[in-house]
C-alpha cells in the first residue's frame, strides 16, 4: 500500500511539473472534459434530484409539524450546499470517470500502445495523464454546482407536492436563498471537490508489473511504475 502510495505521488508531481504545457495539449483537455460531462450529466441531474427530495420529504413534516415550516428551505439548501452534493459528485465521478479512465488507460498498457507513444518521444504523462487531470478538476466544481441546483429543484419540488409540507416554490427558494447566502462556508465547502478531482486520474492509472500486463479491473491503487523506474506509466 504504501508503495502505491508513493508511486502516486511521484506520478502527481510530474504531472504538476507537465502543468506548463497544458496549453499545448489544449484540445486533448476539451476533448476529456467533454467526455467527462457526457458521460456524467445525466446521473449528476438525476441523482442530486433525488437526494434533494428525500431531504425536504425526510426533513419537512417534522418541522412543519412543529411549527418550523420557513427552516426547510434552509436545512435542505445547507445539507446539499455543504456536504451532500460535493460528496456525492466526487464519489459518483470517482467511481463512473475513474473507472474509465482505469479501462482505456489499462487497454493501451495491454496493446502496447504506451510503448509506442515512448518510441515516438511522447511523454506518456504529458499526453495522457496531464489532459485527463487538467479537465476532470475543472469540471468537477461545475457539476458540483449543477448538483446543487438540481437539489435545490428537487426539495422544492417535494415541498410542493407533499400533502403534509406544502410549501410554495417561492417561499422555499426564499428562505433557501436567506439561509446560504448567510452561511459564506457553504460555498467553500463546495469548492473541495477540485482537490479531490485531482487524483482521480492519478489513483485509477494502472501499472505493468514484472511479470506481464497489470489487470485494469484489480490494479486500482496502482498510480506509477514499479519502484525505480524512471517513467510511472513504464
Known sequence: MFQNIGEMLILFWRTIKALPLTWRQRQK???????????SLLMVCILSFFIGGVIAL???PLLVSRGLASAVGGVVGIAICRELAPVMMSILIAGRIGSAMAAEIGSMRVYQEIDALRTMNIDPVHF???????????ALPMLVI???????LGGAFV???NPQILISFAAFLST?????????SAWKRSSHPFHIAACVPLINTPIEDDDGPADPGN????????A???DPLH
Open 29 to 39: 483537455v476539451f476533448d476529456q472534459f467533454f467526455e467527462i460531462g457526457n458521460a
Open 58 to 60: 425526510q426533513t419537512g
Open 128 to 138: 495522457l495523464v496531464l489532459p485527463r487531470m487538467v479537465a476532470i478538476a475543472v
Open 146 to 152: 449543477f448538483g446543487i441546483l438540481v437539489g435545490w
Open 159 to 161: 415541498c410542493m407536492a
Open 176 to 184: 433557501l436563498r436567506d439561509v446560504v447566502a448567510a452561511s459564506p
Open 219 to 226: 490494479k486500482w491503487w496502482s498510480s506509477a511504475a514499479t
Open 228 to 230: 525505480g523506474a524512471d
